[in-house]
Structures are given as structure tokens and as C-alpha cells.
């Protein structure tokens, strides 16, 4: 047997557990003792390191938790209202971004639902045989909590039962309000901008699981929301970019891209949804909303971002990613049974089964292509 080294525990390393060195090492040559003590050092040194950079990187979220009741949201509905019943109603169809006001008729709590013009909504319009429509889109005023959820339901319910269309030139956009999210932080803070850049990261994973489960295949490749994935040398957000090369790339990515982030620099900054395809089912619209604030309430508590995704945009590639939808339902919502992202107080009991069930529904139609897209109405489920 090798003799002992002589050796004291004294030599060890600061913060070393010295009955573990003469349990471990007393009776092993000089030469191994030296070799696992340094090991073991080695071990402890990038153990705290490890644990400082998972500080660091907590210390860039934002822990939303129950002030997702607080962060505003707010939807636009494209649609062909029927002539008869708008005329009826009293609605009045204003300018673009200069909406009318709607009626007590349709806006009974006059919270400030507003209807304009859209140009895209001229690109294709229900047959003539389907009766004279209007096309037209509703905005929302800011809304939140169950109340928001309760009051969008609510008024697609109504197009829903006056007859209003859609084609496949409609959409629906679904915008999440920034300041609620940050505590009133803007994208001059880096902190804030680390964030968006982590929000993308995961709009990149995500992106097929939105347009599947909004069941038409005609948003795909859509001039109006091109994706945020074909681009990789121009959108990617670096971490740590500075306010002039931030502004800089939100303004070269453009606003018609599945999210549009040029209007996080305004008096109202936000997040802007365009992915989601157009309808007037209720349901599918308040599922929507619970999608677009789930991903950035996880985006904003992530202490790291996601492997950013690029690629496999086109619609062959889109209907061919099977785990999509799974893929966005388990990160937001069935992963863990008490952490619902993007749920306000309240909302997942009374909606949350019916919204998974319907998304799922709908994505199945969008990759078996069950149903023809171009087909105006709204018999979607």
C-alpha cells in the first residue's frame, strides 16, 4: 500500500469539506489527492458561476404573476357586416384609424367599441348571391381581467348572431399591452428590450401552433402578417442591443409580420398580433387573446430565452409540423396543473377547457385541409 501522504487538512481549499477529504483522500497517493482536490475545486467554481449567471438572468424578467389582471389587451375584428342589419343598428363606418363610435345597439356599457374601413378587406368579398355587406372592422376599446374576456365574447357573439362573414382576406389582430407587463418600463430600458427580444425567441417556436389553430391555410405567407422566420440576418434582436440598432431593426422588420413590434415604440406601446386568421366565432376569439397574452406573460418571466427558431414557414412545412399546437398549449398551459399563462382571475375556470378543445379542433382541420379556406361564412367552429 502506497504510504500516507503527509498531508493536513489546513491545505485544503477555502470552503472544501474537510471530512470528506479524510474520508475520500487519506489513504490514495499525493498525486491522486492533488488531482481530485483540484477537480473539486474546479466543480465548486462553476457551480457558483453557474448559479451567479441564473441571478443575473432572473434579475432581466418580470415577474408578472397576479398583475396579469392588470395588463390591457384589445382586439380587431375584420368582417362583411350584412347592410340591412348595419343600417338597423345605427352603425356608421368611419375612417381608417378613425373609427366611428358604435351605438348604444351593439355598445350598450359604451366602453368605445369603434367601426372603420379597412383596405385589405376589398381584396376579396362575399358573392353578390350571399346579399349586399359591408366590409368593415371593429376595434376595441382597452380592456382586462375576466370582465375583457367576458365583454369580447360578448360583442363577436352579437356579429355572430346579425349575420356577419368573413373571407379569406379577413383577419384578427389581438394587441397586449406593454406597460402593464413592465411595470411602465419601455424599450429604452435594456431590460425591456432583453425582453422582446426573449418574447420573440419564443413567437419563432410558436408561430405554426398560432396559424394552425386559427384552421385556414390562406394566412400562410399572407402579405399582411409575412413570418417573423424567413428573415434570419435582419429581425434577430441582440442581447443586450442598444436603443438606436433596436429602433433601427424594428423599423426594417415593418409592421406585416405575424407580430408587428413598430408600435412598441408609440404613445400606446404594444404588442400587435397579426397571425391570427379572421372570424366570428366567440370562442375561437377570446382563445386568441388568451394565446397572445400567454406568450408574453411566459416571455416576460423567462430568465432565458429559447433556441430561436428560422425557417419552416412555407405552408407545405407548416402543415407538416404535427406537434405544433401541442407544442404551444404545453408551454402556455397543460404543462404544469396550477400555472395557466395569459389567464386572468378566473378566465381558465370558466373558458379554459372549451378554448383548448376548440384549438385543437381547428388545428386538425387546418393540417387535414377539411375545409375550403376561401369559402366565406362563419360556420367555423
Known amino acids: ?109 359604451r366602453l368605445g367599441w369603434k367601426c372603420e374601413s379597412d383596405g385589405s378587406l376589398g381584396n376579396s368579398s362575399p358573392p353578390a348571391s350571399a346579399g349586399t355587406f359591408v366590409g368593415c372592422e371593429f376595434v376595441s376599446p382597452p380592456l382586462r381581467g375576466i370582465a375583457g374576456f367576458n ?39 435594456e431590460r425591456c428590450r432583453n425582453f422582446v427580444r426573449r418574447f420573440m425567441h419564443f413567437v419563432s417556436l410558436h408561430e405554426n401552433g398560432m396559424l394552425q389553430i386559427g384552421s385556414r391555410r390562406s394566412r400562410v405567407g399572407n402579405y399582411y402578417c409575412n413570418s417573423v422566420k424567413d428573415f434570419e440576418s435582419t429581425y434577430g434582436i441582440k442581447y443586450k442591443s442598444t436603443v438606436q440598432n433596436f429602433m433601427s431593426l424594428i423599423n426594417h422588420y415593418g409592421r406585416y409580420r405575424t407580430v408587428n413590434l ?22 375561437k376569439v377570446i382563445g386568441y387573446v388568451a394565446v397572445a397574452l400567454g406568450l408574453v406573460h411566459k416571455a416576460a418571466e423567462a430568465a432565458i430565452a429559447p433556441e430561436q427558431k428560422f425557417g419552416n414557414w412555407e405552408l407545405p412545412k407548416v402543415i407538416g409540423d404535427s406537434k405544433a399546437t401541442l407544442r404551444l398549449h404545453t408551454a402556455l398551459w397543460t404543462r404544469h396543473k396550477e400555472h395557466k399563462y395569459g389567464f386572468p382571475t378566473g378566465v381558465w375556470e370558466k373558458y379554459g377547457k372549451k378554448i383548448l378543445k376548440n384549438q385543437r379542433w381547428n388545428a386538425r382541420v387546418f393540417r387535414e385541409g377539411t375545409r375550403g379556406n376561401a369559402s366565406p361564412g362563419n360556420g367555423d367552429r
Open 1 to 109: 500500500m502506497p504510504a500516507v501522504p503527509d498531508t493536513d487538512s489546513s491545505e485544503l481549499p477555502p470552503g472544501f469539506p474537510r471530512s470528506d477529504y479524510f474520508r475520500t483522500f487519506l489513504r490514495k497517493p499525493v498525486h491522486e489527492v492533488d488531482k481530485a482536490v483540484l477537480t473539486k475545486r474546479a466543480q465548486m467554481v462553476r457551480s457558483a458561476k453557474a448559479k451567479l449567471a441564473w441571478q443575473i438572468a432572473r434579475q432581466q424578467s418580470y415577474p408578472v404573476g397576479d398583475r396579469i389582471d392588470l395588463v390591457q389587451f384589445g382586439v380587431e375584428v375584420e368582417c362583411f357586416f350584412p347592410q340591412p342589419a348595419f343600417t338597423q343598428l345605427g352603425l356608421v363606418l368611419g375612417n381608417y384609424h378613425n373609427g366611428a363610435l358604435c351605438p348604444a345597439t351593439v355598445d350598450p356599457q
Open 151 to 189: 365583454e369580447v365574447y360578448r360583442f363577436v357573439k352579437l356579429l355572430q348572431d346579425e349575420g356577419a362573414v368573413i373571407t379569406r382576406s379577413c383577419g384578427l389582430h389581438v394587441s397586449v399591452g406593454l406597460a402593464g407587463v413592465t411595470g411602465g418600463e419601455s424599450v429604452h430600458e
Open 262 to 283: 413598430s408600435v412598441l415604440n408609440t404613445t400606446r406601446p404594444r404588442f400587435e398580433f397579426r397571425v391570427f386568421a379572421g372570424t366570428v366565432n366567440p370562442l
